[in-house]
């Protein structure tokens, strides 16, 4: 099975500054990652697929990088609406999908 | 609009059994694989179960083998997740979500998978 940890698992930030969250594969993946975003009591939002493609709607400032193992969504100025938890999935192995633990995103 | 529904959910004692749905609109459902992922109260999201466009082509978590079972029925644009032999550990919201692929960069063949669209989820609980 491919292990998908992130890091780090929580982290405090403020309104207009930049975030860097990574994820790091058990195996290479090449670029079958992608990344989500949850609010406390509501389903995940797609954010990034395929490492670093943007889904459609989703603003500017969220982008993704990496390939292989080593992976990094990063906010480049954080708004009030992205205070959320942010899981970062493998689809390299379409038998069996696997998800990081989460990395929860606070208000410093 | 795109939309999932997910239904089903409730209390169960241990051993027990429930049969979650999913009821699609506003896409061609017979066109996408499918898929189960729950998550466990104040838990990360976990993968449960995958189906492919035509029921070819089913996973299954090592966590669910031979308990669940997951099946979709095109004509009436819905997914369904049979779950036996309940346990505590399986209590969770269950959420259905829809497989987009795009073609990959190393060629033909090849396509990235996504889950694009999410129902808002059913609750399941397992307790005596």
């Known amino acids: 099975d491919i292990q998908m940890t992130q890091s780090p698992s929580s982290l405090s930030a403020s309104v207009g500054d930049r975030v860097t969250i990574t994820c790091r594969a058990s195996?290479?993946?090449?670029?079958?990652l992608n990344w989500y975003q949850q609010k406390p009591g509501k389903a995940p939002k797609l954010l990034i697929y395929a490492a670093s493609s943007l889904q459609s709607g989703v603003p500017s400032r969220f982008s993704g990088s990496g390939s292989g193992t080593d992976f990094t969504l990063t906010i480049s100025s954080l708004q009030p609406e992205d205070f959320a938890t942010y899981y970062c999935q493998q689809s390299y192995s379409t038998r069996m999908y696997t998800f990081g633990q989460g990395t929860k995103l606070e208000i410093k | 609009e795109v939309q999932l529904v997910e239904s089903g959910g409730g209390l169960v004692k241990p051993g027990g059994s429930l049969r979650l749905s999913c009821a699609a609109s506003g896409f061609t459902f017979s066109s996408y694989s499918m898929n189960w992922v729950r998550q466990a109260p104040g838990k990360g999201l976990e993968w449960v179960s995958s189906i492919s466009s035509s029921s070819s082509y089913i996973y299954y978590a090592d966590s669910v083998k031979g308990r669940f079972t997951i099946s979709r029925d095109n004509a009436k644009n819905s997914l369904y997740l049979q779950m036996n032999s309940l346990r505590a550990e399986d209590t969770a919201v269950y959420y259905c979500?829809?497989?987009?692929?795009?073609?990959?960069?190393?060629?033909?063949?090849?396509?990235?998978?996504?889950?694009?669209?999410w129902g808002k989820g059913t609750t399941v609980t397992v307790s005596s």
């Open positions: 195996q290479s993946i090449s670029s079958y």
């Open positions: 979500a829809r497989d987009s692929v795009v073609p990959a960069a190393m060629g033909e063949g090849y396509y990235y998978y996504y889950m694009d669209v």
